[in-house]
C-alpha cells in the first residue's frame, strides 16, 4: 500500500480515537470520580452530560488570550503546540489489531508506522515531552511556573530512566525494538506480565514500575508535582488562557491514554487475548481502558508526593530496581528461560 | 532530495540561529531544532536507530543540561539572558579559513557509490559489543570521571 | 548524496567555529561547540552509509563523549559564575594573572 | 524525648543567608487556593527550600474589636458567628461566657448541657471541615484529598442539619444569648443526634484507611515540628498545643458549660509534627462523639434562659470590671478580655479583645517553615488550621 | 489563689484582687512579674490587650465642684496561663500616661504578633520589640483604630 | 526530617482505593435548593410582614427592631397613631418599611424583640437576585411574602414562651 | 523499511495539525476585549506585584541530577543495542554488559551517598 494512503487509513480513525478519547476522558473522569464521591458531575450539557467536553471546548476557544507584558511572547504563543503533538506523534508505533498469517504465526496490524525502532520512537518523544513544559513555565516569566517547569524537568528526566529501562525488559525478551514484533513474542510465549512462564515475574514487576513511571511522565497523582495545585496553583497552566490552556490539559488527557495503551502493548499482550484474531481490536481498547480506568481510580484516591520524595522514590528505588529487572532478564534471556 | 535540501535548510538556518541569537535560552531551543532537524537527516542517511539516539539523548539530555546550566548561571537582568557576542569579522574569518578549504577538499574527492545494506541497531550493538569493546568499556570510565568531577564541582559547601 | 551531507556538516561546522569565536558567554559557546560536534556526527552518519556500522556505533560513542564533555563544561561554568558571578569569558582570562 | 531541632530565629536577616545562594522572593497569597482565606505568606525560597517566611495577614480584617465598643451586649453575639466562620456555635458560646462572668448572670443547667452538647457537634463538624481541606492540601483537588473532602463534607452536612433542626439556620445561629439559650431544642432532636453519630462514628475508620499510606505519613511525619515549649510560649492552644505532647484541655482543666459533668479524655500526642495534629484533631472526632453520647441523656428539664429573654437593646446594662474567660473551641482557646462600660456606655462594653487561637497559630509560621520545601507549605498551614476570619477578625 | 499570695508581696499587690479586675501592677516591674510567673510555671502566653482611656470632662452633678477632666491613659493586660491539669489564668495590668510598655518578647516568643497587634490597633510602642510593624492594617495607615479618639460613626455601606 | 519513600505505599494504596472503590456503589449525595417543605421547621431565611388577627397590618411603627439590629439593615418610618377598626384603640402605624438582606445577617433579633409579632422569617431560602435591588425587601415585597412563602412558627412571642416556658410546661 | 517512515512523516503532520487547528481556530473565534486593563497584564504573583525576578539562579541540585539522567540515559541508549543482540552473542554480551552497568553503577552510588540525589 501506498504509505501515505496508509498512514492516512489508519492515522485518521486512530487520531478520531485519540481524540475522542480524550474528549469522552474528561467527561468520564468527572463522572467516575463524581460517583467515587458520592456527587454528579456533568449532567446538564446532553444526556448524562455527555457533551460537556464539546462545551468546555467551545467555552475554551472563545475565552480571550492573554500574554503577560512580561512573558517572552513567542516562547509563550508556540509553547502549547508540542505537548499534544508529541504525545499523539508517539501513538504512530502502537498496534492495535491484530491478524494470523497464513503460516498460523500473529502479527500485530493496525499500526501506522511498524518503524523497526518502535520503542525507541515512543522513548524518544516522551523525553522531548519536558521541553515543551519548561518552556512554557519559563516564557510565562512567573515564579509559579518557574518552580514548575523546573520541577517538570526534574521528574519527567528523572521517571525517564526507570520508564527506558522497564520497557526495555520485553525487548530484551523478543529480541525486537518493533512494538509488533513485541506483540508477536508475547503470542508465542504469552503475555509478558501474565503468563505462566518464569519470565512473567519479572515482566509483572516491570510492568508496575512501568506503569507508576508513565503516571509520573503523565503527571498523575501521586505524582503531578509540577501541576500541584494547592502549592503551584496549576504549575505551567498559569498564565495560559482560554485554548492554550485546553490544549496543555489535551496533552494530560492523551498521554494518559496512550500511556495505558503502551502498557497494555508492552507487558499485556496489547491486541492478543482468546477469540479470533478479528478481537484483537477489542482487546487492545479493552485493555486499554482498564488501565486507563485504573489511573483514575489511583488518582482520585490518592495524595500526592512532595518533589524531593518524588526524586528520592526514582533514583533511590525505581531506578536500581529497573536496572536489577534488565539484568534478570538478560540472564533469563541468556539461560534460554525466555 | 527535496526532503534532504529541506532538512539541510533547516539544520543550518536553526543553525545560524544558534550562534547569533541575542538570548541565550532561544540560543539552546534553536540547538535543540538543529538537533531535532538532524535527527531526520539520519533517518534519510538510513541510520534511523541513530536518529532515536540523537532524539533521546543528544537532545533529551544534552539540551536539558544546557537549560538547567543556564537556569544555574542566570543573572536578575529583567526580561532578556544576554547572550552578548562580538568580534563578528574574525570570528566569520575564521570561520570562512575552516570553511573553504574544507569544502574545496570534500568537493575534490570522488563521491561514495550507492550505500550498504542498512544498518539496524543490532549490527550497531554488534560493533560495539565486538570490534569497539576497548572504547565502550572505556567510556563507562569516561562518564562515570565526567559525573564525579561535575558532582565535586557543582555541589554547594554544606552550610 | 555523500558530498552534500559533507558539505551541510561543513557549513555546520563552519557556524560552529564562528560562534565560538564570537560568543562571550561560556555557555553561548558551548552551545556553540555542541553545533560542531553535531556536524561531526552528521558526517560519521554520512559515512557509515558507506563503511558499515562502525560509522554509526563511532557516531553514537560521539554522541557519549559529548554528553561528557557538556557536564563537565557545564559545571565548569557554574563553578565559574560562583566564583565571578559572571560567565563572560573575558573575565575568566583574567585567572591567569 | 525527641530532639528538637534549634528555634528559628523569625527575624533573620535574609542577607546573612549562604551568598552563593540566589534567593527568590515569592508571595504565596493572598489570592491563592490553599491560604484557607486570604493571607499572604512572604516566602524566601532557595530553590525550593524555604529561608525564610513572613506571614502578612489582616486581608480580612473588619474590625469587629472596634464594632463591639459601639454594639450592645446584646448585640454582639451574632457578629460573633463570622469570626470562626468554621465553628460558629462555639464563637457564640465563648463571648456568651465572657458576658455571663462580666454581667454576673447565672446559666440553668438545661442550657448548660445543651450547650456542651452543641460545641462537642461543632467541634465534630469542625474537625471533619478540617480534615477535608488538610487532605485537599497534600491531595489536590483533582485527587484523593477531594474524595476525602467529599466524604467529610457529606457528614458535616449531617451536623449542620442537626443545627438547622435546633436552630433554623445553618451558620448564622444566634441561638445563644447572655444568661442562656435562645432555642429550646425540638421535639425528637435527641434521636437523631443519636442516629447522626451512628452514621458518622463508622466514617473514622474509612478516613483513616484513606490516609493510613505512606504518602500521607510522609508528607506529614516531621512536617512543622512545635516543640512543647514553643507552643507554649508562642500560645498555641487546642490540637496543636496537644500534638506538641502538652495535656492541657480547657474543658477538663478549667471546666465551664457541664464539662464538671462528665470525664474529658483529651487526645494528646507527642509527635509535635503535622502528623500528630492529624491523629489529635482525628481523637478528638471520637471522644467528641463519645462526649455527645454521655451528654445527651444528662439533658434535664426545664428552663433555658437564667435572666429574662431578650426584649430589648438595653438588657444587660451597667456592667463594669475587667474579665478574661476563655473557652476550648475546635481550634483552641478562645479567650475575650472584656472591659465592661459601666455607667457611661449604658449597655456596651468598654474594650472587647478577641483572643483567637488561629492567630496564635499562624503566629508559628515563621517558626516552622524555614527548611521545607514549598509543598509543605500547605502542610504546615493546613495542620495548624487557621480560620483567616478568625484571626484577622 | 496561692501563686497571687506569693506574688503579692513581691509586686505589692492589693490583698486580694478588685472584684472583676485583675491587678494593677507599676510599669517598672512589668517584664519581672512576667518572668516571675514564667518561673512558676505560667508558661503559656495567652493574650496582651492594649486599652486607651481619653481625657474625659466629667460630668457636673448639681451643686458639685466641676472635676479636673481625668488624664489620658494607656493600659496594657496581659494573661498568661499554667497549662494542664487545674489550669489557672493569671492577669495583670500597667497602667501608663505615654503609650510605651516594655515587650515581653524575650520571655514569650508569641508576645511578637500579639504586641505587633495592639500596636497597630491601640498605638502602644512595645519598647524593644524586635519588628514592631503592623499587623492587621494596611502599613501605611493613619492612625489607630481602637483608640477611643477615632471615628466609628462613619456610617459606611457602599452598596446602597 | 529525612524521610525515605518505599514501595509501602502502593499496597497501603489497595486500601485507599478499596474505601473510594466502595463509594461507587453507594447512593449519591444530592444537595441543592431545597424545597422549603424537606427543611426543618424553624428553618429560616428570610422575611415577611404579617397581619394581625383582625386584618390589619400588624407593624405599629415602633422601631424596636431597627434599634437591636446588630447590622442596621432595617429602616422603619413610624406614621401617625390611627383608630385601629377592629379593637377601637388608637395604634401605630408603619408607614415604610425596608429591611436590606445585602447585609442582614438572618440573627432572628427583629423577630425576637417585636412586641406584636408584625416581623415573622420566612421558610424558604432567599434566591439570588439579578441585581442589588432584588434583595432589598420594601414593605410590599415584604407583605407579599407573608401570602407566597411559607412562613416560620416562630414570632417573637413563641420565642419568648420556649424560652422562658410557663411554670407547668417546666415541672 | 522507508514506507514506515514516510507513514510516520504524515503521521507527524497529522498530530501536528491538531493543536495548530486548535490554535488557529480559536484565534478565528475568540473574543477580543473591548477595554485593555494594565493590570490583566501582569504577572500572577497571587495578587501582589511580583517582588523580585522569577527568572532567578536555580539550586545547583536541579542540575545534578540531570548529569544523573543523562548518565543514565547514556547507559539505556547502550543497553537497546544490547538487548537486541544478547540472543546471538549470549553469555559474552551479558559480562560486557555487567561490567558497563557495574561503572555506571558506582557513579550511581556515589551521588547517593553524596547526597546529590536527595535534594536535602
Known amino acids: ?338 | ?159 | 548524496m555523500t558530498h552534500m551531507v559533507l558539505t551541510v556538516a561543513a557549513i555546520l561546522f563552519a557556524l560552529g567555529i564562528y560562534g565560538v569565536t564570537t560568543r562571550k558567554n561560556a555557555i553561548g559557546i558551548l552551545v556553540s561547540v555542541e553545533l560542531m560536534a553535531n556536524a561531526v556526527n552528521l558526517n560519521l552518519v554520512a559515512f557509515s552509509q558507506h563503511w558499515g556500522a562502525t560509522g554509526q556505533s563511532f557516531a553514537l560513542f560521539a554522541i557519549a563523549l559529548t554528553v561528557a564533555e557538556v557536564v563537565v563544561g557545564l559545571a565548569l561554568v557554574v563553578l565559574l559564575y560562583r566564583t565571578r558571578k559572571n560567565v563572560n569569558i573575558d573575565l575568566a582570562s583574567d585567572l591567569r594573572s | ?393 | ?160 | ?171 | ?120
Request: charged share 20%; with cysteine; net charge negative.
Open chain 6, 1 to 171: 526530617m529525612s524521610s525515605r519513600v518505599g514501595l509501602n505505599w502502593i499496597w497501603q494504596s489497595a486500601k485507599a482505593m478499596i474505601v473510594t472503590g466502595k463509594h461507587l456503589f453507594e447512593p449519591r449525595t444530592t444537595e441543592g435548593l431545597r424545597p422549603a417543605e424537606s427543611r426543618a421547621p424553624r428553618y429560616r431565611a428570610s422575611f415577611a410582614l404579617v397581619h394581625n388577627e383582625h386584618g390589619e397590618e400588624a407593624c405599629i411603627g415602633c422601631k424596636l427592631c431597627e434599634k437591636i439590629c446588630p447590622s442596621d439593615v432595617i429602616t422603619v418610618v413610624g406614621g401617625p397613631k390611627e383608630l385601629s377598626e377592629a379593637t377601637g384603640k388608637k395604634r401605630g402605624t408603619c408607614t415604610d418599611f425596608v429591611l436590606d438582606l445585602q447585609a442582614c445577617i438572618i440573627c432572628e433579633l427583629c423577630v425576637q424583640v417585636c412586641p406584636v409579632d408584625a416581623i415573622l422569617m420566612v421558610r424558604e431560602q432567599e434566591v439570588p437576585g439579578y441585581s442589588r435591588e432584588d434583595l432589598v425587601l420594601t414593605m410590599d415585597k415584604l407583605y407579599a411574602n407573608e401570602h407566597d412563602k411559607a412562613l416560620y412558627w416562630g414570632s417573637g412571642s413563641a420565642l419568648m414562651e420556649m424560652q422562658n416556658p410557663k411554670k407547668e410546661a417546666s415541672s
Open chain 5, 1 to 160: 489563689m496561692s501563686v497571687y499570695e506569693d506574688l503579692q508581696a513581691r509586686f505589692d499587690l492589693p490583698e486580694v484582687p478588685p472584684e472583676g479586675e485583675p491587678a494593677l501592677v507599676d510599669v517598672s516591674r512589668h517584664v519581672e512579674l512576667a518572668g516571675a510567673l514564667k518561673d512558676a510555671g505560667f508558661t503559656m502566653y495567652v493574650t496582651v490587650c492594649a486599652s486607651h482611656f481619653p481625657s474625659v470632662t466629667p460630668k457636673v452633678k448639681k451643686g458639685q465642684e466641676p472635676l479636673p477632666p481625668t488624664v489620658e491613659a494607656w493600659e496594657v493586660a496581659t494573661v498568661l496561663r499554667r497549662p494542664g491539669p487545674n489550669s489557672e489564668a493569671f492577669a495583670w495590668r500597667v497602667r501608663v500616661e505615654r503609650p510605651v510598655v516594655p515587650t515581653l518578647y524575650e520571655l514569650f516568643a508569641g508576645a511578637d504578633w500579639q504586641e505587633r497587634e495592639q500596636y497597630d490597633l491601640v498605638g502602644v510602642i512595645f519598647e524593644n520589640h524586635p519588628d514592631l510593624r503592623r499587623l492587621m492594617m494596611p502599613e501605611d495607615w493613619d492612625g489607630h483604630p481602637l483608640r477611643k479618639d477615632y471615628a466609628i460613626d462613619t456610617r459606611v455601606a457602599p452598596w446602597r
Open chain 7, 1 to 120: 523499511m522507508q514506507e514506515q517512515w514516510v507513514s510516520a512523516l504524515v503521521f507527524l503532520g497529522l498530530a501536528f495539525s491538531v493543536p495548530l487547528s486548535m490554535l488557529v481556530g480559536a484565534a478565528l473565534v475568540r473574543v477580543r476585549a473591548k477595554s485593555n486593563l494594565e493590570a490583566k497584564y501582569d504577572t500572577y504573583e497571587c495578587g501582589e506585584e511580583p517582588d523580585g525576578p522569577a527568572w532567578v539562579r536555580f539550586h545547583p541540585r536541579y542540575y545534578i541530577v540531570a548529569l544523573v539522567f543523562v548518565l543514565f540515559d547514556v547507559e539505556a541508549a547502550f543497553l537497546f543495542p544490547w538487548a537486541l543482540t544478547l540472543r546471538e552473542l549470549g553469555t559474552l554480551a551479558l559480562v560486557e554488559m555487567f561490567v558497563f552497568v557495574t561503572v555506571l553503577l558506582i557513579g550511581w552510588a556515589y551521588a547517593l551517598r553524596k547526597g546529590a540525589l536527595s535534594w536535602q
Open chain 1, 1 to 338: 500500500m501506498n504509505p501515505i494512503v496508509h498512514a492516512l487509513v489508519i492515522g485518521v480513525p486512530l487520531l478520531t480515537f485519540l481524540m475522542g478519547g480524550a474528549a469522552l476522558a474528561t467527561w468520564f473522569e468527572r463522572r467516575f470520580s463524581g460517583k467515587m464521591q458520592t456527587r454528579w458531575g456533568p449532567t446538564v450539557v446532553g444526556p448524562a452530560g455527555l457533551l460537556q467536553p464539546v462545551a468546555d471546548a467551545l467555552k475554551m476557544m472563545q475565552k480571550e488570550d492573554i500574554v503577560p507584558r512580561a512573558a517572552d511572547r513567542t516562547l509563550f504563543n508556540l509553547a502549547p503546540l508540542f505537548p499534544p503533538f508529541l504525545v499523539i506523534a508517539s501513538a504512530a508505533v502502537i498496534p492495535f489489531a491484530a491478524t494470523i498469517d497464513a503460516d498460523g504465526a500473529v502479527k500485530a496490524t493496525g499500526v501506522v508506522a511498524d518503524l523497526d525502532i518502535g520503542i525507541l520512537w515512543v522513548m524518544a518523544l516522551a523525553g522531548l515531552m519536558v521541553f515543551p513544559i519548561w518552556v512554557a513555565g519559563w516564557a510565562a516569566n512567573n515564579k509559579y511556573t518557574m518552580l514548575s517547569g523546573m520541577r517538570m524537568v526534574a521528574q519527567g528526566i528523572s521517571y525517564e530512566i526507570p520508564m527506558v529501562l522497564c520497557a526495555l525488559v520485553p525487548v530484551i525478551f523478543a529480541g525486537s525494538l518493533s512494538l509488533s514484533d513485541i506483540v508477536a513474542y508475547q503470542a508465542v510465549h504469552g503475555w509478558n506480565a501474565l503468563s505462566l512462564s518464569p519470565s512473567a515475574i519479572v515482566g509483572a514487576v516491570a510492568a508496575l514500575l512501568f506503569f507508576l513511571a508513565s503516571l509520573a511522565e503523565a503527571n498523575r497523582i501521586p505524582f503531578d508535582i509540577p501541576e500541584a495545585e494547592s502549592e503551584l496553583i496549576g504549575g505551567v497552566m498559569v498564565e495560559y488562557t482560554g485554548i492554550k490552556f485546553g490544549i496543555f490539559m489535551l496533552a494530560e488527557y492523551l498521554h494518559t491514554i496512550v500511556a495505558s495503551a503502551l502498557t497494555a502493548v508492552l507487558f499485556f499482550g496489547g491486541p492478543l487475548g482468546p477469540g479470533p484474531a478479528v478481537l484483537g481490536l477489542g482487546w487492545m481498547l479493552g485493555k486499554t481502558l482498564v488501565l486507563f480506568v485504573l489511573i483514575y481510580w489511583i488518582r482520585w484516591s490518592l495524595y500526592r508526593f512532595r518533589s524531593d520524595q518524588l526524586m528520592d522514590l526514582c533514583w533511590r528505588i525505581l531506578v536500581p530496581l529497573s536496572l536489577v529487572l534488565v539484568m534478570l532478564s538478560a540472564l533469563l534471556v541468556a539461560g534460554g528461560f525466555a
Open chain 4, 1 to 393: 524525648m525527641t530532639e528538637f531541632p534549634p528555634r528559628v530565629d523569625p527575624h533573620f536577616d535574609i542577607e546573612e543567608y549562604d551568598p552563593e545562594a540566589d534567593l527568590m522572593a515569592l508571595n504565596m497569597g493572598p489570592q491563592h487556593p490553599s491560604t484557607h482565606g486570604v493571607m499572604r505568606i512572604k516566602l524566601f525560597l532557595d530553590g525550593e527550600t524555604i529561608v525564610k517566611a513572613v506571614p502578612y495577614p489582616g486581608y480580612l480584617h473588619r474590625g469587629v474589636e472596634k464594632l463591639c465598643e459601639k454594639l450592645t451586649y446584646v448585640q454582639i453575639t451574632p457578629i460573633f458567628d463570622k469570626h470562626d466562620y468554621v465553628a460558629p456555635m462555639t464563637n457564640e458560646q465563648a463571648i456568651n461566657l465572657a458576658f455571663e462572668k462580666l454581667l454576673g448572670l447565672e446559666v440553668p443547667l438545661r442550657a448548660r448541657v445543651l450547650r456542651t452538647i452543641l460545641a462537642e457537634l461543632q467541634r465534630i463538624a469542625s474537625h471533619l471541615l478540617w480534615l477535608g481541606t488538610f487532605t485537599l492540601d497534600i491531595g489536590g483537588t483533582i485527587g484523593g484529598g477531594a474524595s476525602m473532602m467529599m466524604y467529610t463534607f457529606r457528614e458535616r452536612e449531617m451536623i449542620l442539619d442537626l443545627f438547622e433542626a435546633l436552630t433554623g439556620c445553618r451558620f448564622h445561629y444566634n441561638t445563644h444569648c447572655p444568661g442562656g439559650n435562645r432555642h429550646d431544642v425540638p421535639e425528637g432532636w435527641e434521636t437523631v443526634v443519636k442516629a447522626v453519630l451512628d452514621a458518622i462514628e463508622p466514617r473514622f475508620d474509612e478516613y483513616e484507611a484513606l490516609c493510613d499510606n505512606d504518602i500521607f505519613l510522609v508528607r506529614t511525619e516531621g512536617i512543622g515540628v512545635l516543640p512543647p515549649d514553643l507552643a507554649l510560649e508562642l500560645g498555641q492552644t487546642g490540637p496543636v498545643l496537644r500534638a506538641s505532647g502538652v495535656d492541657h484541655d480547657l474543658r477538663r482543666d478549667a471546666p465551664y458549660h457541664a464539662y464538671d459533668l462528665v470525664d474529658v479524655r483529651v487526645a494528646v500526642d507527642d509527635g509535635c509534627d503535622s502528623l500528630a495534629r492529624y491523629k489529635v484533631r482525628v481523637a478528638e472526632m471520637r471522644e467528641s462523639v463519645r462526649l455527645v453520647r454521655l451528654l445527651l441523656p444528662m439533658l434535664p428539664q426545664g428552663p433555658i434562659v437564667g435572666s429574662k429573654p431578650i426584649k430589648s437593646l438595653i438588657q444587660f446594662k451597667a456592667a463594669a470590671g475587667q474579665v478574661y474567660v476563655g473557652m476550648e473551641t475546635p481550634r483552641g482557646e478562645l479567650g475575650t478580655y472584656l472591659i465592661g462600660g459601666g455607667d457611661q456606655r449604658g449597655a456596651a462594653p468598654y474594650r472587647c479583645k478577641i483572643r483567637p487561637p488561629s492567630l496564635h497559630a499562624m503566629a508559628a509560621l515563621p517558626y516552622l517553615l524555614p527548611g521545607h520545601f514549598l509543598s509543605d507549605v500547605v502542610t504546615v498551614l493546613g495542620s495548624l488550621d487557621p480560620i483567616m476570619g478568625e484571626v484577622d477578625r
Open chain 2, 1 to 159: 532530495m527535496t526532503a534532504f535540501a529541506v532538512i539541510a535548510g533547516i539544520i543550518l538556518a536553526s543553525g545560524l540561529m544558534v550562534v547569533r541569537s541575542e538570548n541565550l535560552v532561544h540560543s539552546v531551543l534553536w540547538l535543540a531544532v538543529t538537533l531535532i532537524a538532524t535527527a531526520v537527516q539520519f533517518v534519510l542517511l538510513n541510520a534511523p536507530f541513530l536518529a532515536g539516539m540523537q532524539l533521546m539523548l543528544y537532545t533529551g539530555g544534552i539540551i536539558t543540561l544546557m537549560l538547567f546550566g543556564v537556569m544555574l548561571t542566570i543573572r536578575d537582568e529583567g526580561v532578556d539572558i544576554p547572550n552578548p557576542s562580538e568580534g563578528h569579522l574574525a570570528g566569520a574569518g575564521a570561520a570562512l579559513a575552516f570553511l573553504v578549504p574544507t569544502l574545496y577538499a570534500i568537493w575534490g574527492t570522488p563521491d561514495f557509490g550507492p550505500m550498504v545494506d542498512p544498518i539496524t541497531a543490532k549490527d550497531i550493538g554488534s560493533s560495539f559489543l565486538g570490534p569497539q569493546l576497548i572504547a565502550f568499556e572505556a567510556l563507562s570510565v569516561l562518564l562515570l570521571a565526567a559525573m564525579i568531577g561535575a558532582i565535586v564541582l557543582v555541589r554547594r559547601k554544606d552550610p
